[in-house]
Structure formats: structure tokens, C-alpha cells
């Protein structure tokens, strides 16, 4: 009696191994799927048949395995030999790959009746059915004879290999009766289809075999036997955009007088690694007030590869910025007062090595800004610039400082001397942000449309910031060093060749500019100074904006000389760190009658006109 036992329990333990002791996998079925595949079925053809295929899942989704199934038909069979109509089956493990777990399937074929078939499946109370026409047909009806070739294909459009885009396409083609319905010929038992290639770039482009693309190495001509008139192949794109066409020949038809072909339409393969960005900033309706006190600015990118295709949507664009310049060997020069840095040094970096070398720049470890009201110097994770380096090494970041060296988080791809450099960090308040596939915001980074991407530049929108890095950086005298205020953009995709750094953004106004004269004078009779300040739309002062003056004379007999000067405290006109000007406008000469009108404007806004006169003695 105990060895029986014994023996029960080690059978049941084995069974649980290789299947599950019990079959209480049913009991947690709560999901049921009924799939019948395509196919024609006739009664002229008992050998056609169609798969019927059950899944069961559990609460969560996931296929159950060892769950009893339960199918039933009113017509047809699930065998080619006797007329049953009623099987219960096991859901199935699956193959190596996955594919097929918690699955069960078996076989409808057409029987002898012809009419509508109710196919169904029961499993712990949950039941679905499907019906499935069974057609009726005399035996040797043209039903089976090949007419014409369908081909489809899933995918027109493919991206170069090695890309996050659509690189392969399923191929399918069906043998169709001149009615355009697919049929099964007499004989599948041997390939009765070739696909190959006609036109192709030459890059590596596959065909397999499908439903098991990896039983077979790809080529670009494939032999193919049709199950139940359906044969499908996978193409796979290679390594070189063009274009790919495909002809199916039907191989029973080719010793006849009337041989069976079909040829695929242009199959473009485009999208390859991508190799160049482009960057630019609209200019009408290009900024946005938040009404925080920051301003956002709109900006665009086109990611291209090497032959001027857009890359492959959902490329993702890493993005980066900097305000401000602690040290560089462009201009200008950032003047500190003890020493300044050095144009055009012979800086350079080696393959494998990281490390910046500048042996003529003596300030990695003394360059500073001010900042908060102290001195900050350059720190780990600075960002490193490399202007004219290639773009896998155009960004690093700062992982040790030495008087003459720098040693950065990560090596170099190639030797290069002359490198021109610079090295900063975000201290004034900008951020950068993209928008992803939805159309929302996501910092640091921005996802491919076509090829295209928005970004967007945040910044405060005041009196100190509005104009950094929009003009000649030497006249922005906020900021200590002069010039050190700087606006830098990065962008790259990791592990390609695309990646720019570009100074075309800055802390951009809102326009329209006014111009105002708080004088509150429309006429001159004599020298007088002029108090004006120059708003954005948001009445925001703007400093360092260039007044521009023109002077024609309408009367002029007695040598009137009408001359415009600086703004007060400056060698030009342009407005204080205020935005304000006190402009001198000096009136010489001329007689009674003589006269001048005198404009003032601003890029981007407004004129002031004031008419000058010499009054009547």
C-alpha cells in the first residue's frame, strides 16, 4: 500500500515538471480568445482545412498553460478521416521563442456538408464561437486552379538597418482563382513559388521564409511552398538606402505557354544612421510670455542621414545648454582681471586618452565668473565644447582640473591638435526641453516626426537677462567677465555621427520693441537732451539696444546742423543696463525758417519723429 502510494506521488511529481500535477490550470481561465485562420473551405476539397486556435489567460493576461479546452462544430470535422465534431484539447507551453504558449489548435476541415459552421470553445464557463462558411463544390471544379498571383505587402517603406525604424516587411502572397479568391492546388507537398529581388541596393537585403525566418539564412531569392495557397516570405532591409522590387513567379506555371508572375511595387528603403543635424529658430511667433517672469522660445531641428533622408521616427535627439563661458580659446576674450585667456592655442586631445591639453591657457583651475555674488570657477560636470572636433567628440563633461590640462569623463575617438574649445555650464536660469511623439514636453531631449523636431528654450525675461547672448557678447556688461554671457546648444544622437553645437539662440525679446521718449517733446528748436527707454512688448527694458538716428533737412538756408550724439556714459547709442538713454541732440546754425525732421527708431519696434525749427525773429 505504501509503495503504491510512493509511486502516485513520484508519477505526480514527475508530471509536475514536465506539465503540471493536476490540470487545475482550467480552474483560472478567465480569458478566452477564438482565432480561425483565412482559407477557403469547399466540400469539393475534404483536404482543405483551417486552423482553429484557442488561448486561455489568466486575471493578469498571462497564457495558461495545461488548461483543458473544449471545441465543438456543427459541421465540418476536426478530422480528415472521420466526421468529429467534438475534441477537447491541452493549451500548449509554446515554442523556444514564446510564441504559441497557453495556446491550443487543431485542424476544421469541410466534411461532406456544405452551410455556415458555428465553431466553439468552453473552458471554466467562458465560451466563444466564431462561424465559418463551408462551401459546396463539385470534385474537379475550377476552384483549385491557379489563375493569378495576389501579392501584398505589410510594409512599403523601410528604414536602413541598424535603425530604430521599420527594417523588415512581411511578403505575402496568395494563389487566387480568376475570381481573385485564394485556392488550394492539388499538389503543396513541394515549393511552388520563387521570390526574388529584381532591383536592390546592394546592402545586405534579405528574404526568409516565414512562419520560421531563422530555419533559413537570408538571400535575395527564396523558393517557397504555399499552405492552404498562402505563402509568405520576411524582407529585411540592409545597410544602404534605394530602392528594393520583387517578382513572385508561380514555378508550376513556368514550363507552360502562359507563366504566372507578379511584380511588386517600388519597396523604398531610406532612413539610415543619422549623420547631420541642422538647427533654426523661427522669427514670427517664436516666443511665448509664460507670465511667471520667463519667456519660452520656439526652436526646430532636421536629423538627416548621410544620402538627405529624414532619419527614422522617434529618433531621439539629446539636447543641451549653456549660458555661460568660464574659459575658451575663441573669442572673445574673457578678460579676469589677473590674466586672460588665450585665442587659438595649439589645445589638443588623443585617441583613447581623456584628457583637453592647452599648454598656452594656464586658467583651468583659476577661470571664474561671478556668480551669486561670488567667484565660481570651473567644477565637475562643466561641459566641454569642442567646436571643430568631429561629432563623437564635440560634448564631454569635467572630471579633473590641472593648471595646463583637463581630464573629462570620457576618452577621445582621434588624435587632433588646433582643437578650439570651451568650457561652461547653465548658471543663469535657461533650460532646454523637446517634445516627444505626443507632442510633450520632455527635458533635455526631442523625438524625430519625418525627421523633424521642436524644441524649447526657457529663461527669466527681465532687465538683467532679456539679450544675453543675442549680440556682440563684449557689450553685455551685466556679467563679469565681459563676455563670458554666452548661449550654447547641443545636440547629437547617441552613437552616430550627428551632433552640432550652435549660438544661434539667446534670451530673445518679445517683440514689437518700443521705443519711447519720456521727454514728451515733439519738436526742437535748439540743443537739448532727449530722454528715451526701449521696451519689448511685454514693457520689459532692454539693455544695450542700438538707437538708430537719420536726419534730412526739408529747409535749409542759413547752414542748419542738426547732429545726434551718444547715449549718456557711452561711446554709442545704445541703451544702459536700464534701457534707457539720454540722448543729446545738438541744433547749429541755420535761419529763421530754416527746418529738419529728426527719426529715431530701434530694430524690431517703433520711429520717433521730431521736426527741428528755427523759430521766426
Request: glycine letters at 10%; a negative charge; aromatic letters at 6%.
Amino acid at each position: 500500500m505504501m509503495v503504491r502510494y510512493a509511486l502516485a506521488v513520484a508519477a505526480c511529481l514527475v508530471a509536475l515538471v514536465l506539465i503540471g500535477c493536476g490540470g487545475d490550470s482550467e480552474k483560472h481561465v478567465v480569458q478566452l480568445q477564438l482565432q480561425v485562420t483565412e482559407g477557403p473551405l469547399s466540400t469539393a476539397h475534404p483536404e482543405q482545412y483551417r486552423y482553429v486556435i484557442a488561448t486561455a489567460r489568466n486575471a493578469d493576461g498571462d497564457p495558461l498553460v495545461n488548461a483543458s479546452i473544449e471545441f465543438h462544430t456543427t459541421l465540418g470535422s476536426f478530422d480528415n478521416d472521420t466526421v468529429t465534431r467534438r475534441k477537447v484539447m491541452t493549451t500548449s507551453r509554446g515554442n523556444a521563442d514564446g510564441s504559441g504558449r497557453g495556446e491550443a489548435r487543431l485542424q476544421l476541415y469541410p466534411g461532406a456538408e456544405a452551410g455556415t459552421a458555428l465553431v466553439s470553445i468552453f473552458s471554466n464557463g467562458q465560451q466563444r464561437s466564431q462561424s465559418v462558411l463551408i462551401e459546396a463544390g463539385e470534385s474537379g471544379d475550377p476552384l483549385t486552379e491557379v489563375h493569378q498571383l495576389g501579392l501584398s505587402l505589410s510594409v512599403s517603406s523601410l528604414t536602413v538597418a541598424g535603425t530604430t525604424g521599420q527594417e523588415t516587411s512581411i511578403v505575402r502572397i496568395e494563389l487566387q482563382n480568376a475570381d481573385g479568391q485564394r485556392v488550394t492546388p492539388a499538389d503543396e507537398q513541394q515549393a511552388n513559388l520563387r521570390v526574388s529581388m529584381i532591383t536592390r541596393p546592394g546592402g545586405g537585403e534579405s528574404l526568409k521564409p516565414l512562419p520560421n525566418p531563422l530555419e533559413q539564412s537570408g538571400s535575395h531569392q527564396l523558393e517557397l511552398t504555399t499552405e492552404q495557397g498562402l505563402g509568405q516570405a520576411l524582407l529585411t532591409a540592409g545597410t544602404l538606402p534605394g530602392v528594393i522590387e520583387l517578382l513572385v513567379e508561380f514555378l508550376p506555371s513556368l514550363s507552360g505557354s502562359n507563366p504566372l508572375l507578379v511584380q511588386s511595387s517600388r519597396i523604398n528603403v531610406a532612413s539610415g544612421p543619422a549623420h547631420s543635424i541642422a538647427i533654426s529658430y523661427p522669427i514670427q511667433n517664436a516666443i511665448q510670455d509664460l507670465g511667471n517672469g520667463f519667456y519660452r522660445r520656439k526652436g526646430g531641428l532636421q536629423v538627416t542621414d548621410r544620402y538627405g533622408n529624414a532619419v527614422a521616427d522617434d529618433t531621439v535627439v539629446s539636447l543641451g545648454v549653456l549660458d555661460t563661458v568660464l574659459t575658451s580659446n575663441i573669442p572673445p576674450v574673457l578678460d579676469y582681471g589677473f590674466s586672460q585667456n588665450v585665442l587659438y592655442t595649439n589645445a589638443g586631445i588623443r585617441a583613447g586618452e581623456a584628457s583637453l591639453t592647452d599648454v598656452e591657457n594656464s586658467l583651468f583651475q583659476s577661470a571664474y565668473v561671478e556668480h551669486n555674488g561670488i567667484q565660481r570657477f570651473i567644477e565637475p560636470n562643466d561641459r566641454v565644447l569642442l567646436l571643430n572636433s568631429p561629432a563623437r567628440d564635440k560634448s564631454r563633461f569635467v572630471a579633473q582640473l590641472s593648471p595646463e590640462a583637463m581630464t573629462t569623463t570620457a576618452g577621445f575617438m582621434q588624435d587632433q591638435d588646433a582643437v578650439q574649445y570651451l568650457v561652461g555650464a547653465a548658471l543663469k536660469g535657461i533650460q532646454v526641453a523637446g517634445e516627444n511623439a505626443a507632442g510633450e514636453l520632455q527635458p533635455g531631449r526631442v523625438q524625430t516626426l519625418t525627421g523633424a523636431g521642436t524644441f524649447y528654450l526657457t529663461y527669466p525675461a527681465n532687465r538683467h537677462t532679456l539679450g544675453l547672448g543675442c549680440q556682440d557678447p563684449q557689450l553685455d556688461t551685466r556679467y563679469q567677465p565681459v563676455g563670458s554671457a554666452q548661449v550654447w546648444l547641443i545636440a547629437q544622437v547617441s552613437d552616430t555621427d550627428a551632433a552640432v553645437v550652435d549660438n544661434q539662440g539667446c534670451y530673445s525679446a518679445l517683440l514689437d520693441f518700443q521705443l519711447r521718449n519720456l521727454s514728451g517733446v515733439s519738436s526742437l528748436s535748439e540743443t537739448a537732451t532727449l530722454s528715451l527707454d526701449v521696451r519689448d512688448a511685454a514693457e520689459i527694458q532692454l539693455p544695450f539696444i542700438e538707437i538708430k538716428a537719420q536726419v534730412s533737412y526739408t529747409r535749409n538756408q542759413g547752414g542748419l546742423e542738426v547732429s545726434v550724439g551718444f547715449c549718456d556714459g557711452r561711446t554709442d547709442r545704445r541703451t544702459n543696463t536700464n534701457g534707457a538713454c539720454a540722448l543729446p541732440i545738438s541744433i547749429q546754425g541755420g535761419q529763421s525758417g530754416d527746418r529738419a525732421l529728426l527719426q529715431l527708431s530701434v530694430n524690431g519696434g517703433n520711429t520717433i519723429e521730431l521736426d527741428v525749427t528755427i523759430p521766426e525773429n
